[in-house]
């Protein structure tokens, strides 16, 4: 059996390529939807990445309202360290007198109580008190008390050429002016003391600055310090001989 296809080869041709348009048409609206969503992806990723960099944008603003407000503590802590600074530079050439008291305290023999302290930067320092008189023991005891004293006040980095001024035997309710000289011997409690009154210079910390500054030479003032403890017992001493002559 013969089978005679009498359609035109143009028609034949045609109905061939029919078929590929549909693939054709298929394939086209697949690379539509593919694209369409790898575009959509990018869309919502551009949009995630927008809106951090608006949270980003936000907090840095946050920040530097911050920043803002901090920046007074910052004027305030400038302003308060140039007034540290007035105040060092200020204070820089006056004498600690609290520390100077407290050091004074602190090396006074136990034998021995004050009755005044006086520290001034431009006049020195001046003090007075007592220390006892036993009845069995000789006056130079109560006398070695007070140099021990001197001594140990020399040796203070603040003070320099300590000097005894005064020492001589007394009543210390009669020294103290709670009774006359009659009636502190029937006083009984009237004790016998050496009544002494001694002075020194101050070290202003400019002084000190210099001192230290020439160590190295033989005329610091450091040195000239050291001389003073020695003279110092001596002049207890001469006190000492002079009370004992006196009362002989």
Same mark, same amino acid.
């Given at each position: 059996?013969?089978?005679i296809?009498? #359609? *035109? ?7 061939r ?10 394939l086209a609206?697949?690379?539509i939807?593919?694209? #369409?969503?790898?575009?959509l #992806?990018?869309?919502?990723? =551009?949009?995630? +990445? ?6 980003v ?18 004027? +305030?802590?400038?302003?308060?360290? +140039?007034?540290?600074? =007035?105040?060092?530079a200020? #204070? ?11 050091? /004074? ?14 520290i ?5 320092l ?5 220390t006892?008189?036993? $009845?069995?023991?000789?006056?130079d /005891?109560?006398?070695?008390? =007070?140099?021990?004293?001197? /001594?140990?006040?020399?040796e203070? *980095?603040?003070?320099?050429? =300590? ?5 001589a035997?007394a009543?210390w ?5 709670t009774?006359? $000289?009659?009636s ?7 004790a016998?003391? /050496? ?5 020194? +210079?101050?070290?202003? *910390? ?7 500054g ?8 450091s ?25 002989q």
């Amino acid at each position: 059996m013969f089978r005679i296809n009498l #359609l *035109p080869k143009e028609v034949l041709e045609r109905r061939r390529y029919e078929g590929w348009y549909r693939w054709i048409f298929i394939l086209a609206v697949g690379m539509i939807l593919i694209i #369409l969503a790898v575009a959509l #992806l990018l869309w919502f990723d =551009v949009r995630s +990445k927008q809106d951090q960099l608006q949270a980003v944008l936000d907090q840095s603003k946050q920040y530097a309202a911050q920043a803002e407000q901090l920046s007074i503590f910052q004027n +305030k802590e400038e302003q308060l360290q +140039k007034r540290e600074t =007035v105040a060092q530079a200020a #204070l820089a050439g006056r004498v600690n007198v609290g520390q100077l008291a407290n050091d /004074v305290s602190l090396v006074l023999p136990d034998e021995i109580w004050l009755d005044l302290l006086t520290i001034n930067q431009d006049t020195g320092l001046t003090l007075s008190g007592n220390t006892p008189r036993s $009845a069995g023991e000789s006056d130079d /005891v109560a006398y070695k008390s =007070v140099a021990k004293m001197l /001594v140990r006040l020399n040796e203070l *980095p603040q003070l320099y050429d =300590v000097w005894l001024n005064s020492a001589a035997n007394a009543t210390w309710g009669q020294w103290a002016s709670t009774a006359s $000289a009659s009636s502190s011997q029937s006083n009984p409690l009237a004790a016998k003391v /050496v009544a002494f009154q001694a002075s020194g +210079k101050i070290v202003r *910390p400019a002084e000190s600055a210099s001192s230290s500054g020439s160590s190295g030479t033989g005329t610091s003032s450091s040195a000239t310090h050291t001389v003073a403890p020695a003279n110092a017992a001596q002049n207890a001493v001469n006190s000492v001989n002079a009370s004992n002559t006196s009362g002989q």
